[in-house]
């Protein structure tokens, strides 16, 4: 079974980066989508950005992230990442990395603390 491993999360100030990882334990080029999502405290959680396996050209990122955001894949490493910049206190949240199957199967990671705080 397909597993996912988040990394790459703390605290940061208000204006900076960040880079999540999320490692799969075998390759994901025969899944479908791959996403990241978060949860803030007491809120449901929400989609970041997703985008085909296959490409990473169409990247649909939330409103609220575009443009500081990006998704990209290390196909060789089986390796996702959300690059973040710009961080604001909003983005407060435990970032989860999402692998859905053809079938329609969700695979969910740990999940990794971010937290903007000046």
């Known amino acids: 079974q397909l597993q996912l491993v988040e990394s790459g999360g703390g605290v940061v100030q208000p204006g900076g980066s960040l880079r999540l990882s999320c490692a799969a334990s075998?390759?994901?080029?025969?899944?479908?989508?791959i996403g990241w999502f978060r949860q803030a405290p007491g809120k449901e959680r929400e989609g970041v950005a997703r985008?085909?396996?296959?490409?990473?050209?169409?990247?649909d990122y939330s409103h609220s992230v575009s443009g500081r955001f990006t998704l990209s894949i290390d196909s060789a490493k089986n390796t996702v990442y959300l690059q973040m910049n710009s961080l604001e206190p909003e983005d407060t949240a435990v970032y989860y990395c999402?692998?859905?199957?053809?079938?329609?199967?969700?695979?969910w990671g740990q999940g990794t603390q971010v937290t903007v705080s000046s």
């Open positions: 999402n692998v859905k199957s053809l079938r329609g199967r969700d695979y």
């Open positions: 075998e390759t994901i080029e025969g899944y479908f989508i």
């Open positions: 985008a085909p396996v296959i490409s990473t050209e169409n990247v």
